[in-house]
């Protein structure tokens, strides 16, 4: 079974500092992980994904995330926090096998505090 | 080009009453899925229409929930008996199903917000 565990509930940073945000994942087979943004009142909003080709992604806003298959991690990274970037980020991985639905399963979700 | 839209947006009701959410997927995309979010929580999948397939029911908590789509556009979720614990957002994404191609991105509506009191 597919399954994603954010690391971290809540994470709080000065502006202008590095954001890290941890994702570990489980599944069987080749995953494809993503991570989401979601502000408040606002939608959900797709940052990035692997799909099994560049292990690092680049996403929008700066945001980036190297998948590490030996660790099992797909960590959220970005050189320097904005205060737009307070929001609440998921971690998702999708079922990925032949003839399955391509379902999204989601992590908790990290709440991203940042501090002025 | 105009996004997933989901109606209402916002669905108070009282507790053993039947609410109908709609949503409208991105025009082309074959894929549709429903997901619920509760307070605090990340996203449960629900179900899932892929073309004139049979859908994915794996996700529904209840034969309370039922959802249709009429061929590959608008698509209700239908919650009957409503009960307190279906207190939640829930969201509707839509997507291209590629044949041979994994992980097609899921563009998501903006949700719908159903309290039960």
């Known amino acids: 079974a597919q399954s994603v565990t954010q690391l971290d509930s809540h994470v709080s940073v000065s502006e202008g500092t590095p954001v890290l945000l941890r994702c570990n994942y489980s599944s069987s087979y080749s995953p494809s992980l993503f991570w989401y943004v979601q502000h408040p009142n606002k939608g959900l909003q797709l940052l990035l994904k692997?799909?099994?080709?560049?292990?690092l992604v680049k996403g929008i806003n700066g945001f980036e995330a190297e998948f590490k298959k030996s660790e099992t991690s797909f960590h959220l990274t970005k050189p320097s926090a904005h205060m737009s970037d307070a929001a609440e980020y998921f971690c998702v991985v999708t079922v990925n096998y032949g003839g399955a639905t391509n379902k999204l399963i989601f992590g908790t979700g990290t709440l991203l505090a940042v501090q002025p | 080009g105009a996004g997933v839209s989901q109606s209402p947006s916002n669905k108070v009701t009282e507790k053993g009453k039947d609410v109908e959410l709609r949503c409208d997927p991105i025009s082309g995309h074959t894929a549709l899925y429903w997901y619920r979010q509760r307070l605090g929580q990340g996203l449960e999948f629900l179900i899932y229409?892929?073309?004139?397939?049979?859908?994915?029911k794996s996700g529904l908590p209840s034969d309370r929930f039922s959802a249709e789509r009429t061929g590959e556009s608008v698509s209700t979720l239908t919650i009957q008996r409503t009960q307190q614990e279906d207190s939640a957002v829930y969201l509707c994404?839509?997507?291209?199903?590629?044949?041979?191609?994994?992980?097609?991105?899921?563009?998501f509506g903006p949700g719908t917000r159903l309290t039960v009191l």
């Open positions: 229409f892929q073309g004139n397939s049979a859908p994915d």
């Open positions: 994404a839509s997507s291209l199903v590629r044949s041979g191609v994994w992980g097609d991105t899921q563009y």
């Open positions: 692997y799909t099994s080709a560049a292990t």
